[in-house]
């Protein structure tokens, strides 16, 4: 009986090499005789093992075939060796790395306090896809070494190294972490020992999943929210996930982001292209979500022996202007457009947006407090208006003196339109008062502060920067202790809406008195508005009305003079 068990397993393992001799003719047996076989330095699998909540990589990425190839049947491939992961720790942020085409797993900011730029299932990179025309990409499966990075001053770079084969091409890619950034380098070789040219389309993909219930508020500012990409030197976006379509386009850098964060593809090298795919689907509520799918791909003939690589270089981290500067992202931050008809041309507000907030940080190294900055160059924006200033205020004065002289023409003509309007003309001549010379001044003034407004709404430097912070009482900031976020007291705001009241009463009315009354409940109006916006907007909008309020009280004394003219020649 053990003499046939023996015989039978000797039959069975002659059967199974000659099969595989017959059907699966090996790498080496393939290559011409001149090649010398090239086989990859293996390292030695890492010890750290997924977390167990980390989900498998998929055999087929599905999710990604807009970015990858066309899909087809996949042939039988090779056991996937077991996943691994590597954490990388540096000071500005903790990443942890798999083995499954060196796919992020984490990557928690160390900005500000922790936030997370990849939540596994909901948003986050895919991985290294490699495939070829006939058949779908799939996330290639490597070794991973080493199994851990720490970075700080004493080491300000690092590498994992990832060495894996998919359908008998050789795929290296290093990643390339440093402490004082927020980027991942990735540099990827794919070598081709086989007899044959070979084309293959490599993909790094970055997905976000139909945002879950209550997944928005789990991470506040870093959840995505729109796609932004470069190309031809303009920098396009679109502001929600729902009608992103299907893109692929030559550029310099594709992105997905939120208002202070991005997570931003650069291509280092040529052949890559840009690409934007989104899955849209009704949710059931008469709205559409549905997967979207931003990443770089380049298509490559690899000759017989020889290899293709190509760079590219992830941004994962803030809008801080400086470090968006380092790699022409400048364009993520999202100024809007001033509210004029498109048919005017419209006003890109980076214009001046982006110089008002380059001016705000430069004012930040010095005195070393947001708040403060905001309070001078709220001051030195009035300083710079205060002729504009002056002239309308001026206008407006003489406008309210002449208010009883166009009410006495307005009830002697009432039946005679053109006939007021040539007597209110005349009168206007007659003491050479502008009509629109309260306007126009204040006009040219509204680009800059509307400018300044947005420049605080996309500071993400404003996230957790104290202004006048005393502490915490039962759970509760005292007072301004993050100019990002709503003042928890409400005492800044409800100071706004009092300083805009005030200001309100001081402006020179003309016109009807009714308009006059309703105008008063604006203040009311705009405090209920401000009650939960970033505190940095509220400052800046209480300085500014504390300000007018302080302009008025000088014009009113400069005015006086012309002010008395323009009464003496009225009672005349």
Not at 63 to 79: I, L, N, W
Request: proline share 8%; with cysteine.
């Amino acid at each position: 009986m053990e003499k046939r068990a023996i015989l039978a397993a000797v039959l069975m393992a002659g059967l199974l090499v000659l099969y595989q001799a017959l059907f699966f003719p090996s790498v080496q047996e393939t290559k011409p005789p001149s090649q010398a076989p090239v086989q990859p330095a293996v390292p030695p699998p890492a010890t750290v093992t997924a977390p167990a909540s980390a989900p498998r990589a998929p055999e087929t990425v599905t999710a990604a075939r807009s970015v990858g190839s066309q899909a087809t049947p996949a042939p039988r491939e090779r056991a996937r060796p077991p996943q691994r992961t590597a954490a990388v720790e540096a000071t500005l942020y903790r990443a942890v790395v798999s083995s499954e085409g060196g796919k992020l797993q984490e990557w928690t900011l160390r900005y500000r306090g922790e936030k997370p730029m990849v939540a596994v299932g909901e948003f986050g990179p895919i991985g290294l896809i490699v495939g070829r025309e006939e058949r779908a990409g799939q996330v290639v499966p490597m070794e991973l070494s080493p199994d851990s990075v720490r970075l700080g001053s004493d080491r300000p770079a690092g590498d994992l190294v990832l060495r894996g084969q998919d359908d008998g091409l050789i795929v290296t890619e290093t990643l390339g972490f440093r402490a004082d950034g927020y980027t991942v380098d990735a540099r990827i070789r794919i070598e081709n020992p086989t007899g044959t040219a070979r084309t293959v389309t490599v993909a790094l993909p970055w997905v976000v999943n139909p945002p879950a219930k209550g997944a928005t508020e789990k991470f506040p500012g870093q959840f995505p929210t729109e796609v932004v990409w470069s190309t031809g030197g303009h920098v396009e976006r679109i502001e929600g996930l729902t009608a992103v379509g299907n893109r692929t386009v030559d550029g310099a850098w594709v992105g997905i982001g939120s208002t202070w964060y991005i997570a931003a593809l650069i291509p280092r090298s040529g052949g890559f292209k840009l690409v934007a795919a989104g899955e849209p689907k009704p949710d059931g509520k008469g709205e559409e979500t549905g997967k979207v799918t931003v990443g770089v791909r380049a298509t490559a003939a690899i000759a017989p022996g020889q290899a293709w690589e190509g760079r590219v270089i992830t941004y994962i981290g803030p809008k801080e202007v400086s470090r968006l500067e380092a790699y022409a992202l400048e364009g993520a931050l999202n100024f809007g457009g001033f509210p004029i008809p498109r048919q005017w041309g419209g006003l890109p507000m980076e214009w001046i947006g982006l110089p008002i907030l380059k001016f705000m940080n430069w004012v930040y190294g010095y005195v070393g407090n947001y708040g403060i900055a905001i309070i001078l160059i709220t001051i030195l924006s009035k300083v710079l208006f205060y002729p504009l200033t002056l002239k309308s205020m001026r206008s407006m004065k003489a406008m309210q003196l002449l208010q009883p002289q166009i009410n006495a023409l307005r009830s002697k003509h009432k039946s005679d339109p053109q006939r007021l309007q040539k007597e209110t003309l005349e009168l206007y001549r007659k003491f050479k008062v502008n009509p629109m010379g309260g306007c126009l001044p204040m006009v040219a003034q509204v680009p800059i502060f509307y400018a300044l407004y947005l420049a605080l709404s996309v500071s993400v430097e404003l996230q957790n920067a104290p202004f006048l912070c005393f502490g915490r009482l039962f759970g509760v900031d005292l007072w301004v202790c993050d100019m990002a976020s709503h003042d928890p007291t409400y005492v800044l705001p409800i100071l706004m809406g009092v300083s805009m009241f005030v200001q309100q009463k001081m402006t020179p009315m003309t016109g009807d008195p009714r308009q006059a009354k309703m105008m008063l409940i604006m203040p009311f109006i705009f405090t209920f508005m401000f009650l939960n916006l970033p505190s940095g907007l509220v400052l800046y909008w209480f300085v500014s009305n504390v300000l007018q309020i302080l302009q008025q009280k000088l014009m009113d004394r400069s005015s006086t003079g012309a002010a008395r003219e323009a009464k003496d020649a009225a009672r005349a």
